[in-house]
């Protein structure tokens, strides 16, 4: 019904910056809140930044003033700006949508299949 594609990612050292992006595609009647979350090894998903349909947006207090996530509502896309990355941001980050695909339908959380970011030395 609904697909969220990720790209971007890959390997960068510390102190540098990467983007990705996450394009929903599918029977998208309304997009509300997308949002980026991230899963390291041994540890629970947790919540990176969000961003609503009225573009107000919250962070995790560990990205705060690094990260930075915007959207293209025409595009049904999400980005996610890092800038001074460090080696406790290595994970792989995967998008998130809430979406309706009718009016009469409930909204409801869609998955991307997630991107891979290291860095490392």
């Known amino acids: 019904q609904v697909q969220l594609v990720e790209s971007g990612g890959g390997l960068v050292q510390p102190g540098g910056s990467l983007s990705v992006s996450c394009t929903a595609s599918?029977?998208?009647?309304?997009?509300?809140?997308m949002g980026w979350y991230r899963q390291a090894p041994g540890k629970q998903r947790e919540l990176v930044a969000r961003i609503t349909n009225n573009d107000s947006t919250n962070y995790a207090d560990s990205v705060k003033g690094r990260f930075t996530i915007s959207r293209d509502n025409a595009k049904n896309t999400v980005y996610l700006q890092m800038n001074s990355l460090k080696s406790e941001d290595t994970a792989v980050y995967s998008c998130?949508?809430?979406?309706?695909?009718?009016?009469?339908?409930?909204?409801?959380?869609?998955w991307g299949q997630g991107t891979q970011v290291t860095v490392s030395s």
């Open positions: 998130n949508a809430v979406v309706k695909i009718g009016w009469y339908f409930p909204a409801e959380e869609y």
């Open positions: 599918g029977s998208i009647f309304r997009m509300y809140s």
